[in-house]
Nanobody, 115 residues
Framework: QVQLVESGGGLVQAGGSLRLSCTAT????????MGWYRQAPGKQRELVAT???????NYAEFLKGRFTISRDNVKGAIYLQMNSLKPEDTAVYSC?????????WGKGTLVTVSS
């Protein structure tokens, strides 16, 4: 059974940092392209960052270099280092795994940034 489990969310003040983790089980992790998405209250889900199975990264333009995605194929995990957080970063952050026609989602972790 495939499972993606996110952790690391919480409450942080504006300007602070958080590091999210997503651990995947039940898949051959190194073959999957991975990503972080977020959904703020009342808004559609949007892409935050992706990392391919070759380690190539891509970021949403609105981030302006504040976030960094990385992966550890040995641990079967991806990470999202979030710096200079803003209140508008408040959202549920979810992990995604995709390869060929397969796609899996985690349940998400809530990040709340107070002003």
């Amino acid at each position: 059974q495939v499972q993606l489990v996110e952790s690391g969310g919480g409450l942080v003040q504006a300007g602070g940092s958080l590091r999210l983790s997503c651990t995947a089980t039940g898949i051959i992790f190194s073959t999957y392209h991975m990503g972080w998405y977020r959904q703020a209250p009342g808004k559609q889900r949007e892409l935050v960052a992706t990392i391919t199975n070759a380690g190539i990264t891509n970021y949403a333009e609105f981030l302006k270099g504040r976030f960094t995605i990385s992966r550890d194929n040995v641990k079967g995990a991806i990470y999202l280092q979030m710096n200079s957080l803003k209140p508008e970063d408040t959202a549920v952050y979810s992990c995604n795994a995709a390869w060929s026609f397969r796609q899996y989602w985690g349940k998400g972790t809530l990040v709340t940034v107070s002003s």
